[in-house]
């Protein structure tokens, strides 16, 4: 349990702290059916490009796996 709760400060804080940032597609870049573009609208509004780095499922995934082998 506390090590996913520092894992959680330690990588929230770095997001906040060092905010990183990939190249994205944008929308006149995606060529599809109205549904897909749609979709892709509601996915590059709700998803910012710095939401990239800590990768925070899958730290608290392994964390989670690292604990559930020592359990057994």
């Not at 770095?14 to 109205?34: C, G, K, N, S, V």
């Amino acid at each position: 349990f506390w090590a996913i709760v520092l894992c959680t400060v330690l990588g929230s804080a770095y997001f906040l702290l060092f905010p990183r940032q990939i190249p994205r597609l944008t929308l006149d870049m995606i060529e599809a059916d109205p549904v897909t573009r749609a979709a892709w609208a509601f996915l590059l509004a709700a998803d910012k490009p710095t939401n990239c780095f800590p990768s925070m499922h899958v730290a608290l995934s392994a964390l989670t796996a690292v604990g559930l082998v020592r359990a057994s």
